[in-house]
Each structure stands twice: as C-alpha cells, then as structure tokens.
C-alpha cells in the first residue's frame, strides 16, 4: 500500500525538487556559499542532426591554375567565374579545371542588369553582356549565370549607374500584396501607401522591363544549356519570398530559376523562409552572412564573416534538407579568411551547426 503524505511533507518535497534536490540531479558549486553543493538539472544532450543532402562547396574567383589547385587543397569542389574571362580563355580553363578534379559551375555577370532603364542602349549592352555571360558559362561547362535584371532606389550594385533614391517601407515595415496576373504591387506595406507611390511604380515597371528582356534571353540560354539563375533584393526588387517566387515562377521556363543569396535577404526575412517558399526554384545558393543591429531604427546591419552574424545556420540547414537541395553553395567575400578558413566554416553549416 502506498503510504500517503500530509500538506507538510508534499510541500517540503516539493521544495527539494524544485532547488534540484531530487534524486539524480548533478552537484554544481553555489557562488557565495563557501562551495557548499547546490544541485541543477544535468544539460539534455541534443542529437547530432543528420541529412540526405549533400551539397557542393565553392568560391567565387576568376580561376588561374594555381588558385583553382589552393581551392581544391582547402576543401572546395569548384569555383564560380566572372562574365570578364572571354569564351577562349574559359575553354581553356575548363581543362585545367578537369585535369585537377575541379568544376567551374557559374558565372557571375560583372555588371548588375539595368533592363528597366529608360536609356534603349543601356538596356541593349546588358543584352550584349548577358549573351556573352552565356558563352563564356557554356565555354566554362557551367550550368548556370547570375544575373541581377534591374535594380531600383538608390540600390547599389556591381558596375551598375546610380538609380534615383525612391522612399520605401524600412525592411522590416515590408507588407507586400500583389497581383497573381502581374506580380504588380497592391500595396508594400500596412496603412497608406501613398508616400511609396512612386516606388510601387518603379517596381511594376521594372518587373515588366525586365520580364520582357529575360524572355527575349530565353532561346539564347537554352541553345547554350545555361540556365540564367536571377538574384535579387540589393537591387529593391521582389523583396520578400512570395512576391520573387512569382517573378521566377511566371516564366514557366527551366531556362530561368532563382539564385538565392542568403546574406542579402535576412533583414527582410529571415533565410529558412526564403528557402522554403523558393523552393524547387531555387538552383544555386549565396554563402555569406549578415549581422542586424537591434539599435538601428532601419532595421539594417552590416555583412560579416561566416557563422559571426544573425543567420541561424542549423535551422537554416534544415531548410535546406527539406527542400532536397544537392546544389552549389558558393561563398561569396569573407576574404579575410584563409580558404581553408572559409571551407571549414562551410563544412561547420553543412553539419548543421
């Protein structure tokens, strides 16, 4: 028969669980009590996370021999190249690449897209830059190019001219809604949005500018069996997940997917959503992380080395696994760190941790 206790003693046992007297519990020192023991809960041990996935390491560079041979030592499978190498010299690059077990599987088009600007010959040298970008992936044995196709307010970008600042919502202030028929804004956040007036019209406008160009890219990127991967965000474009997955997704092409940067989205929202909304889309990744200042009423940060910013790189991980993603990772800056620095790092994310 079980013996029954009074008030008294369930609440004197109760005491004892609860300043970790129980039985089992580990003994810690108590500060301040001449080392006399105070038990606490051991730590829950955490089972190490396990994937199917196996994604590919890579940096971006314009390849030599020697710094594709430095790649491979520190751990990398391949590089991503630069639209500035000609057709010849990336042939002749793929062999030294081939000969070293190495794969240039990109090409990053130096100069950001400016497919909405008003200027007809701006628009048609980004054409010329894009096909050639083509040529020189195709040259490469690459699969894909990064492409930026516009950019609106003040955005910065790679080679780009400066676009006019536009009041926006702050990153955080972002509530898009959108037409499923155009992917036109119906509003980019709560309340009036007359003050963003101008910028809604600059968006729509680039969303259909660079729509139309893309499309006339298509037939160019599927002769050369290059996929044309657009990035977006530091442009001000197509700044959260739904609103950019129905930019690429309009185009009911193979020939042009997302390329996703996860450094570039998080004060918007945070990576793992980006993932998981992209999806299948998404066919290369962006390594590089970023660090939020909770004291900026902006809302914004600053770009820091790997795994040092406000990324969470497990969960992020996660999202990865679920999206069956077996795609390049590539690193892009953290050229303070050694390549061997920078693959250990990568190698720490595809663990999980």
Known sequence: MKKLI?????????????????????????????????????PAKSMPLTFKTKPHKALIARPTEDDLKRLRDAGFEGVEGRSSVTPDEAAKLRVVADNIGMRIHSVLIDNWGEFNS??????????????????????????????????????????ASQAPALRMPRPWEFQIEFSEKNGHLLRVAFGDNAPYAEYISAHDNATDRTAEALKRLIPFAEKAKVVIAVENVGNNLWVQPGIFRHYVRHFQSPWIRAYFDIGNHVRFAPPEQWILTLNILIVKMHVKDYLLDPADPAGRGTGVNLREGSVRWPVLRQAIEAINYNGWMTIESNASLSYEERSHRLDLILAGQ
């Open 6 to 42: 009074n008030r008294r003693e369930f609440i004197a046992a109760s005491a004892a669980v609860a300043a970790g007297l129980g039985s089992g519990a580990a003994q810690m020192p108590a500060a301040g009590r001449g080392g006399e023991g105070v038990a606490v809960p051991a």
């Open 118 to 159: 008003p200027d007809k010959s701006v628009v048609e040298r980004s054409f010329a830059e894009t096909k050639a970008a083509l040529r020189t992936a195709e040259a490469f044995g690459a699969d894909t190019v990064l492409l930026v196709p516009g950019r609106i307010g003040g955005g910065g970008g790679r080679g």
